[in-house]
């Protein structure tokens, strides 16, 4: 393994642990301090979130591409922007780091480290729910890096930020996110039965956004 | 028609079918979650919206002009940016994805997809807001664009974050919205009844800022 | 009158306007839908300010400099960047702006037009408080224009997002605003008594900014 | 002393002075106007001071670097960026300008001036956080400072923004902030009881993050 691998590796694996620590953390927290009001578990929930992600974007999209989800390294593989080896090993250390970051959330909240999720999040509506979420992203990512790419970090913030209020499951969109939250029982998780579901409908929504907007992005070059 | 007209039609309409999947998918979910404190709604759907025009006017603009908003189109065509056909067929897209968009919504929620509002927002108050909230948009628009183009989406969804609290009416600010917006019976709705003035206080204020901004920008040009 | 001064002081009245529009108007929106929980309306009441504050300053900035306050216009005179004449006539039209928008929040509301407030906001903790918050402000008009002139409007924006919850006044920072505020009997308003020590405070503020600013960015040019 | 020290001095003092002003003000607002809901007043305490820190950085960066905190002037020491006698100079004006921050806060909302905390904040779980906290502090400033230094400043405000609510201490991620804020009994306060081991953490978190960020950012240099 090349010594430049390796610093992606560790940064794809670094990103996705403190993505999840955001994730799962500031669920713990909103969930403690909310008094029951749920609204405004989520609102301190997705502030964390999406002001996290673009610092992460920010620190390691120079070194590795930043992705921390296997989705997003499907379509960077599809498009021949990252061989199918890399593609493998940056979605095994994302899934890796994601674990990892669940565990450091559980150990700064006091929570037992090994968790198993009990919260189902089923049916059409959620899975339909995903396919939106992350059909968005990938739209965003494709679309935002194509003629700006410098906002490309905080468009990723900000989109997540709307699409945790504005699709049912609070937008996953993220499959090494989906995997890890289903070891946590707390307000983020999601039961490792209602896990599959949510991953193939990312990796359709995935493909989606891909198709759509290579065709989009494309015809602006040649018309 | 043109291979160049397809694509900016594609993204009027994607666009304008994102907004509304954010503007009511957001309503629903703080309606649900907030337990009847309504203001803790408002936040949850201002911020998703916010947010969310950001990164569509990102993504769409150098495609379309990221207009999403016949009022927009309008001013648009009178400044002659814009052909009077092409404005027609813009505005038409916009309808018809503002339609789905409310429809994906309803879906991704798992409400029926047909619903008509009972929602009334009627009377003068309501109106002025309007006028208010659409003069205020176009301005925006004309002032950054002017000035700081590349702050213009910034700007747009700054600017609906504010309007979405300082107007009576919660800033409808766009026909096709409100259209839309009769077609969803939850947090965001407007009864079919309130439309109409809406739709009309959204013109005057629109051509109102047009013509203020026209003579306060223009001077700066040759004073 | 030339045409470039019209222009400049339309720039500062139509801009004060809608910002005493945003302040009362999310003011009324946040108390009527918070259910009594000030925290809420607060926010809701400092995230339409903030966002307003950058958009109106990104549009009339390059047109009369955006002051909008009577005290950026008087230190803005001191340093010479204006003439008396100028400043004096920028300060009458900003009040004038002032009041006609809280009448344009109180028509969006159906509020009586004319109020007058009873919000006693008296005592010498308040006055400190109208000191630090206009001496932050000052603070950071001069130090981020020195140094990084374009994020200048998103610096103003962010300080009284920060300043409405770190000051006991909630920050007016700003005699038109004061003094606009004393017409409105609702949650942003002030009481006419209560109006001169807040602008003596700012006064005072705003001089002791300028001085320690005028010192400490001076040193850096020629050190 | 040079002329250039003292400035530099009076900004590192300065800052760090607002940036408590900012962390207990909007602490006891929060806690006065949120009725017992803790999240609420979280919410506002993370909206002021992540806005605030931007502004500050903004304004002081161009003259002392705006550290603001002694884990980052530590570092900077051990990169060799600052003499140790600079450093330790640094440090102490932090720590009286931290002081004189919460004494400000105290007058402005009419509290007694000196006070000392009673809130415990012990624990592994506690002292773990600011491990996590202060090395993702250090970890931002040297990661996007290498890629990106320009966006700094909104990096450390958006990293606050999300720490205040992914860990169990809310991040305080400085020492000088540890020391001041022991001596407020209000919401933002920390017993001194608690604080050598808060400190400890974030010393440790510090070094740790210099280490990591060292290799992963050296590496891209050179491969």
Same mark, same amino acid.
């Given at each position: 393994?090349?010594t430049?691998?390796?610093?992606?590796?560790a940064?794809e694996? &670094?990103?996705?642990a403190?993505?999840?620590?955001?994730?799962?953390?500031?669920?713990v927290?909103g969930?403690r301090?909310?008094a029951?009001?749920?609204?405004?578990?989520? *609102?301190?929930?997705?502030?964390?979130?999406?002001a996290?992600?673009?610092?992460l974007? %920010?620190?390691?999209?120079?070194i590795?591409?930043? @992705?921390?989800?296997p989705a997003?390294?499907?379509?960077?593989?599809?498009?021949?922007? &990252?061989s199918p080896?890399?593609a493998? !090993?940056?979605? !095994?250390? $994302?899934?890796?780091?994601?674990?990892?970051?669940? %565990?450091?959330? @559980?150990a700064?909240?006091?929570?037992?480290?090994? $968790?198993? +999720?009990?919260?189902?999040?089923?049916?059409g509506a959620?899975a339909?729910?995903?396919?939106?979420?992350?059909?968005g992203?990938i739209?965003?990512? &494709?679309?935002?890096s194509?003629?700006?790419?410098?906002?490309?970090?905080?468009?990723?913030?900000?989109y997540i930020?709307?699409?945790y209020w504005?699709?049912?499951?609070?937008?996953?969109?993220?499959?090494?996110?989906?995997?890890?939250? +289903? &070891?946590?029982?707390?307000?983020?998780?999601?039961?490792?039965?209602?896990?599959?579901?949510f991953?193939l409908? $990312?990796?359709?929504?995935?493909l989606?956004?891909a198709?759509v907007?290579? %065709?989009? *992005?494309?015809?602006?070059?040649?018309?």
């Amino acid at each position: 393994m090349s010594t430049g691998l390796s610093r992606k590796l560790a940064a794809e694996s &670094l990103g996705t642990a403190v993505l999840l620590a955001v994730v799962i953390g500031s669920g713990v927290m909103g969930e403690r301090l909310a008094a029951g009001n749920t609204a405004i578990a989520l *609102l301190g929930n997705t502030l964390a979130t999406g002001a996290a992600l673009v610092v992460l974007i %920010w620190i390691f999209g120079p070194i590795s591409g930043a @992705h921390f989800n296997p989705a997003v390294t499907l379509i960077a593989a599809l498009r021949r922007d &990252l061989s199918p080896v890399t593609a493998l !090993a940056y979605i !095994a250390v $994302q899934i890796g780091g994601a674990v990892l970051g669940v %565990w450091v959330a @559980h150990a700064m909240f006091g929570e037992p480290i090994l $968790q198993m +999720s009990t919260k189902l999040r089923s049916g059409g509506a959620q899975a339909f729910s995903e396919v939106v979420a992350t059909s968005g992203l990938i739209g965003t990512i &494709l679309g935002v890096s194509r003629f700006r790419p410098d906002s490309t970090p905080m468009a990723v913030g900000l989109y997540i930020t709307s699409a945790y209020w504005f699709t049912a499951s609070t937008s996953f969109a993220n499959p090494a996110v989906t995997l890890a939250r +289903s &070891l946590s029982d707390t307000f983020a998780g999601i039961a490792p039965a209602s896990a599959p579901a949510f991953i193939l409908a $990312q990796v359709v929504g995935a493909l989606l956004a891909a198709g759509v907007f290579g %065709w989009l *992005l494309k015809t602006e070059r040649t018309a």
